[in-house]
């Protein structure tokens, strides 16, 4: 299974860039990385997935090295409203099914 | 509306007790997910199933369990309530089984409260 690491928490500035790096070195070949927002008392919702090098939406970009040991999560100027928990996820086999376990997330603290 | 529907959305109930809870996956999406969130904890995986069998299983008690219908809606069975079963539940579907590109989409959850 590819457990994943991440800072327990962050804090930032409205308008800074925040960067927030998941370590996952048992990753499997075959394995995506994605990453969730989740506002208190809501579910996590997808803000980005890749699987090398980097990709780019309208919300986030993140970074993956060729090893895939790691990923950044790069969130550009962040507002008050981004203030949330971040979670890396890494897809795992189990028995042919997925087992999909959050790590325990970065808790991400915007100020104005 | 993440096109994921839970319900009930509250619950409150007693120790010892049963509920139900359930959840009807995204159209299309063929893989239903549970997990356990305790206060302030992280999301805890249950257990997956796709198109009607299960396909993993993770920090499950025997107490608890769940099935998916003939029409993809799932239902997570809690029994013998203890105050530590109190905690949010989601469900979340996705539209493969595979470990590929497992993009979840959660619903809204369900806030168990045993008192």
């Known amino acids: 299974l590819a457990k994943t690491t991440q800072p327990i928490s962050m804090d930032s500035y409205e308008g800074q860039e925040v960067n927030i790096t998941c370590s996952h070195n048992n990753i499997a070949t075959n394995d995506y990385i994605t990453w969730y927002q989740q506002f208190p008392s809501q579910g996590p919702r997808f803000i980005i997935q890749g699987y090398k090098t980097k990709v780019t939406n309208e919300v986030a970009s993140l970074f993956i090295p060729a090893d895939r040991k790691s990923s950044t999560l790069s969130l550009p100027r962040v507002s008050l409203s981004d203030t949330a928990v971040y979670y890396c996820l890494v897809g795992a086999r189990h028995n042919a099914g997925n087992m999909l376990t959050f790590g325990g997330g970065t808790r991400l603290m915007v100020k104005p | 509306d993440s096109g994921v529907t839970q319900t009930p959305k509250h619950l409150i109930t007693a120790t010892g007790q049963r509920v139900t809870l359930r959840c009807s996956p995204r159209s299309g999406d063929l893989s239903v997910y549970w997990y356990q969130q305790s206060l302030d904890q992280g999301l805890q995986f249950l257990i997956q199933y796709y198109n009607g069998e299960e396909r993993a299983k993770g920090n499950i008690l025997e107490r608890f369990s769940a099935q998916q219908f003939p029409d993809l809606h799932s239902e997570l069975n809690l029994s013998s309530l203890e105050l530590g079963d109190s905690a949010l539940y989601f469900c979340?579907?996705?539209?493969?089984?595979?470990?590929?590109?497992?993009?979840?989409?959660f619903g809204a959850g369900s806030r168990l409260t045993v008192l």
């Open positions: 979340a579907s996705s539209s493969t089984g595979s470990a590929g590109a497992n993009v979840l989409t």
